[in-house]
């Protein structure tokens, strides 16, 4: 009898169920808004990166039919041979005057866009200085470029300019890579005094602002808006599918990077283009954006409202100032426990532990949209406030 060669999956799934930290896969049965169908039971959404309600958007859906009629619903080919439509590089003229840079570059994904920029940028000789908690796109970004990467801790400038100054000066190169607005805790780089440090060493700045990208800055335009360090910044990745609502990433910067990139960057030169209709989606996210900052407020004004509530009730929000909005619970099996009541009452909220966080860190996270009426933010506050005291954290 041979031997099981993938007992090693029964084992670690075991493990992972025994831990708390097994993903429960839910299934969405209508589209995404502040109530949505979620494994067959409409509940108050307050689950995912739909920010602005464009997911579900007249005017994007609309634009995306319109770009299906027109231009078929495949690009048929990778950007670099012939998969780049008029469509994609009128998006990218749009994304970069929004933006407020020279140039940018669509990608499949935000994923992607981490892929295709920093490998292009470093290599084996050169070292990336890491904030300790980036995204795992940032991550495996650095890792394909085989260049050194250096952690330095989370949002600190001063300790970013101690590890650089630790590192021998060997290297040709260096990158310093921030998240923008940080997805499991909603707090935002400093990317101010990251720029200060990139200017005293002549490094390159990048900043993933994938979570700022359509919240942050005037009227949505992002983490280099808020700060005002328009020019300053070398390489701004940002993804297509949070506050878009549809599904790209992109990389903005200066004409010389972004040119760079279509020569350089792999996933531009081996992977399809996006589909026209979600190209035509995303002009269409650039135009609402543009012709007013209603829904861009209203998102904040239901920030504030929520936040300042589930202070009240006692919660623990962490250390957010965006509409990440993380309900700190410690240990995973109780963020479970928690997040399973919250649906029982009519509420979807995920659960989220080791290895999207820390271990001891597990929470709910909270993702407030501007889709969600006053009535919703209240009926998802006595939601809480039931589930919390039922379980004695509040
Ligand atoms: C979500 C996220 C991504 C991935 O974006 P996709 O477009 O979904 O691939 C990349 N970076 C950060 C910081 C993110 O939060």
């Known amino acids: 009898m041979s031997v099981d060669k993938f007992a090693f999956i029964d084992e670690e799934t075991a493990a992972l169920k025994e831990q708390g930290l097994y993903i429960n896969i839910r299934t969405i049965g209508s589209p995404q808004g502040a109530w949505t169908v979620v494994d067959g039971r409409r509940v108050l959404n307050f689950c995912v990166n739909n920010y602005l ?3 579900n958007h ?9 770009a299906i009629d027109e231009w078929g619903v495949g690009p048929a080919a990778v950007r670099s041979i012939a998969g780049t439509m008029t469509l994609h590089v009128e998006f990218e003229k749009r994304m970069a005057a929004f933006k407020g840079v020279e140039a940018a570059v669509s990608f499949q994904s935000g994923f992607c866009a981490n892929l295709a920029a920093i490998p292009s940028l470093v290599g084996p000789e050169d070292v990336i200085f890491s904030d300790e908690l980036n995204h795992a796109s940032i991550i495996d970004g650095c890792r394909l470029s085989r260049a050194k990467i250096v952690r330095y801790p989370h949002c600190d400038p001063d300790g970013l300019e101690e590890v650089i100054r630790a590192e021998p000066k060997t290297y040709r190169r260096a990158l310093i890579v921030t998240d923008g607005v940080f997805s499991m805790d909603g707090d935002v780089a400093p990317l101010d005094k990251f720029y200060e440090v990139a200017q005293r060493h002549n490094f390159i700045l990048m900043v993933d602002d994938a979570h700022g990208e359509g919240v942050l800055g005037k009227g949505g335009r ?6 005002h360090l328009h020019g300053k910044v070398d390489v701004e990745v940002g993804t297509l599918s949070k506050a878009f609502g549809v599904v790209g990433g992109v990389v903005a910067g200066s004409q010389r990077v972004v040119d760079y990139l279509r020569q350089k960057a792999r996933p531009f030169l081996f992977s399809s283009a996006v589909t026209p209709a979600d190209v035509a989606a995303c002009i269409a996210a650039v135009d ?4 007013s900052t209603e829904l861009v407020d209203r ?16 919660f623990d929000t962490g250390f957010s100032t965006t509409p990440i909005t993380p309900v700190m619970l410690g240990e995973a099996p109780l963020a479970k426990e928690f997040s399973r009541r919250l649906f029982e009452n009519g509420l979807f909220a995920m659960a989220l532990g080791f290895p999207t966080v820390p271990r001891g860190k597990a929470r709910i996270r909270v993702m407030i949209s501007a889709v969600h009426t006053k009535d919703d933010l209240d009926k998802g506050l006595e939601i809480f406030a039931k589930v919390g005291k039922e379980l004695g954290v509040i």
């Open 222 to 227: 992002g983490i280099v808006d808020h700060f």
């Open 53 to 55: 309600g464009f997911a």
């Open 299 to 314: 998102l904040w004004e239901n920030t504030r409202y929520f936040k300042s509530e589930m202070k009240r009730l006692g």
């Open 58 to 66: 007249p005017k994007l859906k609309e634009a995306a039919k319109k």
């Open 288 to 291: 609402v954006l543009e012709e």
